[in-house]
């Protein structure tokens, strides 16, 4: 009985040791994960100007297809900014060699990000030879939604 007791201890102790010296990997924030930072994914999509607004906005989200051979996007785009702001954007389409298609002729859209917000955007290529696109971002000024 005294041997058995014993050989469960060392047992048990052996159990303990082996267990305490197991390599667990820690657990980490997940940086460099598509699913936790996708704003490096998309990062290239969207262009902002200002380096303030830039630090507070992100594209969390791009699907796409084709619609009778036009490209159409939609597009998450997170603040994370705790304020609501007045914004808008602006699509500038893309042929496959990266030259600008109907240059100018996008109208800049109004929207309002509310804090911590994600709002989905909407775009239609205006023609079927577009193969990539920008989402362009600017805030706009304070004067001019003042009454």
Known sequence: MKNQLSVMLILLCFTFVVTGCKNTPPVTSGI????ITPEQEYAKYLQINNKQ?????????????KSNDLLAINLSLTSSYRKSQ???YQFQWFDQAGFVIEAGK????PIELHGMQTLTVAGLAPSTQVA????YVREVPKKFFKF
């Open 32 to 35: 460099g994960s598509k699913r």
């Open 53 to 65: 607004l830039a630090a507070q906005l992100h594209i969390s989200d791009i699907k796409s297809r």
């Open 86 to 88: 007045q914004l808008q």
């Open 106 to 109: 996008s109208p800049w859209h």
């Open 132 to 135: 990539t696109f920008s989402l």
